[in-house]
């Protein structure tokens, strides 16, 4: 069964102090197994939780633009 987070971030976004191994705990411990990782104009929280996660991790970036905020993945 899928159980994910389709929206979080890193300390690599200016929002949150979750280091990315805190994150994969963080979600081990939830039984999360698909995550979403959305940092602000950057992937590199995103690839860093990837790199160590032993679950799905979806690629996002939430960018601004003139209308608001846009999320987006790979």
Do not use: W
Not at 5 to 33: A, F, M, W
Not at 40 to 68: C, M, S, Y
Request: charge should be negative; include cysteine.
């Amino acid at each position: 069964m899928l159980k994910a987070d389709l929206h979080i971030h890193t300390h690599y976004s200016r929002d949150s102090i979750i280091s990315p191994e805190q994150c994969v705990s963080r979600c081990l411990k939830l039984g999360i197994n698909c995550l979403a990782v959305t940092e602000h104009n950057n992937i590199a929280g995103a690839l860093a939780v990837q790199r160590i996660a032993p679950f799905k991790v979806i690629i996002a970036e939430e960018v601004k633009t003139t209308d608001g905020e846009l999320t987006g993945s790979s």
